[in-house]
């Protein structure tokens, strides 16, 4: 699977807060878990 495959149908955020600016993956039907920053996430 190609890395533009394993995104098909996620919704990117970007989110600025007082500390950092940032892309978050909101949600990704492709991911099976991840970590609780958004950041990264587990492919199926």
């Known amino acids: 699977m190609t890395r533009k495959m394993q995104m098909i149908g996620a919704t990117v955020d970007y989110v600025e ?11 990704n039907p492709s991911a ?3 970590c609780s920053c958004k950041s990264s996430f587990m492919i199926k």
């Open 17 to 27: 807060e007082l500390i950092r600016s940032a892309f978050l993956v909101s949600t």
């Open 32 to 34: 099976v878990g991840g």
